[in-house]
């Protein structure tokens, strides 16, 4: 029986079995994996680091996408930056406000591959029509687009190699320069019980650049050790205090389902326990 060892950090790691081996290769930037395992379905694994599951994706990409496009009152046009497996822009497009959605994703490899290995996950998404998806620098394409946005959602590595970048402030301060008045911007900011000073240094560049920077937490299971953090900005500060049953008549009225994401669990993520709020604070 094989089994993948996932090492994040010195002292913790985590194990998945491996039931199949689907692609295993290198596209232009990193080391991809494609394994099967028969609780977690497909998971996608880049330089050894697993990256999303069928089993557990919805969490993620429902929470990342759903939380600020139902706080937003109209959202017409999103940018994910990253996001190659495709289940952010699949959860983005189920929004009939939504108009458009422009996606820069690095690396073209994994789109490729997603689009193999994971159409479950994205489920043609990258041929709706409203989807602009773009191969190239996410950090260039903030810095030089005309475009303005009223959501920009960041589905990026760890803050390593080609994502170091897509947490500095001045990738932040070039992501608010690309937003509407009323805009959101979302990021991915790891675990906090073991990546504080990646989630501190985010919310300090938020607090430095908008009226608000705050996080919302979600609980992923492969994603080990804790809470998950999603890194919350915005010059709108009403649009985190939406009230419940505003958030109920715009779930009902997008008329999709979910399996994680509620207008209640919407409210209670940005309920932090005291040792993340120590962080951010």
Not at 34 to 49: A, F, H, P, T, Y
Not at 110 to 137: P, S, W, Y
Not at 237 to 253: C, G, M
Request: include cysteine.
């Amino acid at each position: 029986m094989d089994w993948f060892t996932e090492i994040l950090h010195t002292d913790l790691a985590q194990r998945l079995r491996v039931d199949k081996v689907l692609y295993e290769g290198q596209t232009e930037f990193q080391d991809a994996k494609v394994l099967s395992n028969g609780r977690l379905g497909k998971i996608l694994v880049l330089d050894n680091v697993v990256q999303t599951t069928l089993g557990d994706e919805f969490v993620y990409h429902e929470m990342l996408a759903h939380v600020p496009l139902f706080s937003h009152p109209h959202p017409k046009t999103v940018l994910i930056i990253g996001g190659g497996d495709g289940g952010l822009l699949e959860e983005a497009l189920k929004h009939p406000s939504v108009e458009k959605v422009t996606m820069v994703e690095l690396d073209g490899g994994v789109v490729e591959l997603a689009k193999e290995h994971f159409v479950e996950l994205n489920q043609g998404a990258f041929d709706d029509h409203r989807t602009n998806l773009i191969i190239g620098d996410g950090a260039k394409f903030v810095a030089e687009t005309d475009e303005r946005f009223d959501v920009i959602l960041v589905d990026s590595t760890d803050p390593h190699g080609p994502g170091e970048v897509l947490f500095s402030r001045g990738f932040y301060a070039d992501c608010k320069r690309c937003l509407t008045e009323s805009g959101i911007l979302v990021t991915q900011n790891g675990v906090p019980f073991l990546q504080a000073s990646e989630l501190a240094g985010s919310i300090s560049h938020f607090r430095a650049l908008f009226n608000e920077g705050s996080a919302y937490v979600i609980t992923v299971p492969t994603y080990a050790f804790g809470m998950m953090a999603l890194g919350w900005a915005t010059d709108d500060k009403s649009l985190r205090q939406v009230d419940i049953a505003t958030l109920e008549d715009r779930f009902k009225k997008a008329a999709f389902a979910t399996n994680y994401y509620s207008p209640e669990v919407h409210k209670a993520a940005f309920a932090l326990p005291m040792y993340i709020k120590r962080i951010i604070d």
